[in-house]
């Protein structure tokens, strides 16, 4: 007679390799939806892609030419956003877990910023152009697209952030204290090092979504064509995911323009690959630090 606690064993077994034969299907097929998809952007848009076309401006109501103001106009929005977002979710983040008292009115800061992390982005970009464009004056500007990018992600970067406060674990605060530190120099000294290299983990992700927003800066930022590179904060700028929707909607030449907009499509998920690199390198860094 068989043993059934084997029978049990036996069957454990085979649920298990069960999952995770799921689990690697589903894998795979993630992985390779990933491939196809770089795979087409890169074989429709690397014809269209030379030097001249990252260097060069529009031209022929943008049927040719380079891409140079929407590159230097996505940097410079993503990079504005940041300079925006991240010190403001830290301090966010820093006050929410480490100085509120724990009570109702934090829950509802936090269900708030959940919320505003799912709010869809056309109603911040119809934000900055009622608040930044028109009540505080700043036109349509770097400055006033960088503050609503700044807004988009803030709810994204305060979570990462907070997130990362809460993983340090409590007798790190509490030996400090105990060795005559201040609160705030055991935040600062202590807990916010610790912290830092997975906050930085939000900052990858807003670099993401910052770079990759046409909505808030269409009503905000970007404009149509320009024949010069922004000089100031309130200047208008190009940008490629704005660059691209109007190549692939606008006009009678969308035809024409179809190896330009995968082409742009390609240099601009090149570019938010580099600036998440960079990102990576400076975690990584802080992480052999710390």
Do not use: C
Request: glycine letters at 10%; charged letters at 10%; proline letters at 4%.
């Amino acid at each position: 007679m068989s043993d059934p606690n084997q029978k049990i064993r036996l069957r454990k077994k085979r649920i298990q390799m069960l999952a995770f034969t799921f689990l690697r299907l589903m894998t795979g097929i993630n992985v390779a939806a990933l491939v196809v998809f770089l795979l087409f952007i890169a074989v429709r848009g690397l014809g269209a892609v030379n030097w001249a076309f990252l260097t060069e401006m529009p031209r022929d109501s943008m049927t040719a030419g380079g891409i140079l103001p929407t590159i230097v106009g996505t940097i410079l929005l993503s990079l504005g956003a940041i300079l925006v977002a991240f010190p403001l979710g830290i301090g966010t983040a820093i006050y929410l877990n480490e100085y509120a008292r724990q009570g109702r009115w934090v829950q509802l800061v936090r269900m708030g910023i959940v919320n505003l992390a799912g709010v869809p982005s056309v109603v911040y970009g119809l934000f900055g152009l009622a608040f930044f464009v028109i009540w505080m004056g700043m036109g349509v500007s770097l400055l006033a697209g960088s503050l609503t990018l700044g807004a988009f992600i803030l709810p994204l970067i305060i979570g990462a952030a907070e997130g990362s406060l809460q993983a340090i674990p409590q007798t790190y605060r509490e030996a400090s204290l105990a060795l005559g530190a201040s609160r705030w120099q055991t935040v600062f000294r202590v807990v916010l090092p610790s912290a830092l290299p997975s906050m930085l983990t939000g900052l990858i992700l807003g670099i993401s979504r910052a770079a990759g927003e046409t909505a808030p800066i269409m009503f905000t930022a970007a404009v149509f064509s320009t024949s010069r590179l922004p000089r100031s904060i309130f200047d208008e700028v190009m940008a490629m995911p704005y660059h691209i929707y109007v190549l692939a909607t606008a006009g009678t030449a969308i035809q024409q323009t179809m190896p330009l907009q995968y082409g742009t499509a390609l240099v601009l998920m090149v570019l938010v690959l580099g600036m998440n690199l960079g990102a990576i390198v400076l975690r990584n860094k802080f992480q052999k630090r710390y």
